[in-house]
Each structure stands twice: as C-alpha cells, then as structure tokens.
T-cell receptor, first 110, second 113 residues
C-alpha cells in the first residue's frame, strides 16, 4: 500500500511564526503536491514538485514556499504565518495520474 | 481559467434513498477522477473514467462520463450510513498527466438512519 505520512495531525501556531509542514511518501513517486482544503472551496493546489529540487507554483502559492531535497520528502513552509492560513493542509503523491493523500494537518494560526 | 464545478454542495437523504452529484468542467477533460473523503479523513481515490460516454459501476455506485467529456456524475443507489462523506470530482489541468488535478468544490452527503 502507498503510504503518505504527514508529520502532524494538528498544529497551533502564532501569527508571524515560521511553520514547517512535513510530508514523506514511501513509494518512490516523482510527483508530490501540497493542497489546501477549505469548506466550500474544495482542494486548491499550493505547490507541486516533479523531481528533487524541482517545484512549480499552483493556484495559491502566495505566502508559502516548498522544499524537496530528497525524493521521498516534500515540505511546505509558511514564511510568516497569518490567520488566513488557518486551514487543512493535504500532501499527496501520484502514481498513474491518481493521487494518494496523507491524513492532513489541521493548522490553526492564532 | 480552467474550472470544475460540482453541485449540489450539500445533500441530506434518508437511508435507502438515492443520491446524485454532478460535475461540470469548463474545458474538455482527458479523464475524470472521483474521490471520497470520510468525515475527519482524507480524500481516497474511487475511480477514473477515460472514454467518452463511459459508465462504470462499483456495487451501488454508478459513475458516468459525458459524451463531450466535460461533465460527469456519481449516482448512489439506496444510500447507507457508510456512504456519508464528501465526494470530489477532479480533472487534469490542461493536457498534463503529471497528477496535477483541479478539483470540484465537493458534495457533502449526510444520510439519516
């Protein structure tokens, strides 16, 4: 079974903090994604990585950056967290065009 | 830009009733995928449709891909409480096969026992 693991299920941070969300997949997939999920808005793509050190902006990259130093690990970074970044963050990797999601990180920024 | 719209946003049904959610894309899609997210869970892949007019069944779930490959539907016959969750459709962005998908807003299904 494909396993996509996100390091934290719940996180509470303060405005202005730098936040790291970690994601690891164990299936040697090349493509990895970070999505944000908000009620009524569905899943929106933040960033996409198609190889180590390669990244591409998604629909809502503002306020976020990513890091992919190793194939299995894709990190999302909130440079200076703001309250409007309170959300569910979902990491995914892909095989055959279909996505395998991690369990998600519910981030609250106070 | 490319959009995928899904209706309705919410649906409450009595157990045993049928349920349908509809998905419409602003562009022709090479394929469409459906995902289910249980309450508190993460989206899980259900199925992919590729051919124009394709119909696929998984037990009580019937998936259709429109002739023009711009719309799709998911129909559940005789809903059960285990069907509760949010159903998302998703299509590839442009012509890519990289797994970059654009998702509909989802339909949240509640089933009253």
């Amino acid at each position: 079974d494909v396993k996509v693991t996100q390091s934290s299920r719940y996180l509470v941070k303060r405005t202005g903090e730098k936040v790291f969300l970690e994601c690891v997949q164990d299936m040697d997939h090349e493509n990895m994604f970070w999505y944000r999920q908000d009620p009524g808005l569905g899943l929106r793509l933040i960033y996409f990585s198609y190889d180590v050190k390669m990244k591409e902006k998604g629909d809502i990259p503002e306020g976020y950056s990513v890091s992919r130093e190793k194939k299995e690990r894709f990190s999302l970074i909130l440079e200076s967290a703001s309250t409007n970044q309170t959300s569910m963050y979902l990491c995914a990797s892909t095989k055959g065009g279909k996505l395998f999601f991690g369990s998600g990180t519910q981030l609250s920024v106070l | 830009g490319q959009q995928v719209m899904q209706i309705p946003q919410y649906q409450h049904v009595q157990e045993g009733e049928d349920f349908t959610t509809y998905c419409n894309s602003s562009t022709t899609l090479s394929n469409i995928q459906w995902y289910k997210q249980r309450p508190g869970g993460h989206p899980v892949f259900l199925i992919q449709l590729v051919k124009s007019g394709e119909v696929k069944k998984q037990k009580r779930l019937t998936f259709q891909f429109g002739e023009a490959k711009k719309n799709s539907s998911l129909h559940i016959t005789a809903t059960q409480t285990t069907d509760v969750g949010t159903y998302f459709c998703a299509g590839p962005r442009g012509s890519s096969n990289t797994g970059k998908l654009i998702f509909g807003q989802g339909t949240t299904l509640q089933v009253k026992p």
